[in-house]
T-cell receptor, first 115, second 109 residues
């Protein structure tokens, strides 16, 4: 049990579909993150929320839309995706967003395939 | 630009010792992390170094040299369950985490 739960674990969608990824953390953390993980590439930070406020948007295309209704939940809404968006999407949380010793707790990820 | 370099893949034998290197060029430094990621699972925190030297935690140790922009993760008495990817990451002066692409470690019996 990692304390960070992601659903669904696997998702296959067409380019015209709309779907959402969900992340929930039970650790009492104040910061939550979305990362994209592609094979043999470094983790790409997409969005950061600190105390429910978005503090980072790393030039992510608008077809990805995050939502953070409270400090425990984070969503990633997906629409009109491209095949190159196929990847593992990781959610993470930490005590706070700005800290040197900022240990992240990750979820197991949502494996997305765009057809 | 900012960059983290680590080998793509390494192979070692069960019971042996392996050292995974990580070199970095970043805008400032506020600490270096190692994470372990088994296939299909979440990355999990292994170690954090902010001062030079060796940090030992059971079979795993992590070393840092800030002047050389260099770290290594040392795994002793390798077990089959150590087969995983090992991710190196550095916190820069803006507290942004810069990640390496990871080192896939294969353990053979």
């Amino acid at each position: 049990e990692t304390g960070v739960t992601q659903t669904p674990r696997h998702l296959v969608m067409g380019m015209t579909n709309k779907k959402s990824l969900k992340c929930e953390q039970h650790l009492g953390h104040n910061a939550m993150y979305w990362y994209k993980q592609s094979a043999k590439k470094p983790l790409e930070l997409m969005f950061v929320y600190n105390f429910k406020e978005q503090t980072e948007n790393n030039s992510v295309p608008s077809r990805f839309s995050p939502e953070c209704p409270n400090s425990s939940h984070l969503f990633l809404h997906l629409h009109t995706l491209q095949p190159e968006d196929s990847a593992l999407y990781l959610c993470a949380s930490s005590q706070e967003a700005v800290s040197g010793a900022n240990v992240l707790t990750f979820g197991a990820g949502s494996r997305l395939t765009v057809l | 630009g900012q960059n983290i370099d680590q080998p793509t893949e390494m192979t070692a034998t069960e019971g042996a010792i392996v050292q995974i290197n990580c070199t970095y060029q970043t805008s400032g430094f506020n600490g270096l992390f190692w994470y372990q990621q088994h296939a299909g699972e979440a990355p999990t925190f292994l170690s954090y170094n902010v001062l030079d030297g060796l940090e030992e935690k059971g079979r795993f140790s992590s070393f840092l040299s800030r002047s050389k922009g260099y770290s290594y993760l040392l795994l002793k008495e390798l077990q089959m369950k150590d087969s995983a990817s090992y991710l190196c990451a550095v916190t820069d002066s803006n507290y942004q985490l810069i990640w390496g692409a990871g080192t896939k470690l294969i353990i053979k019996p």
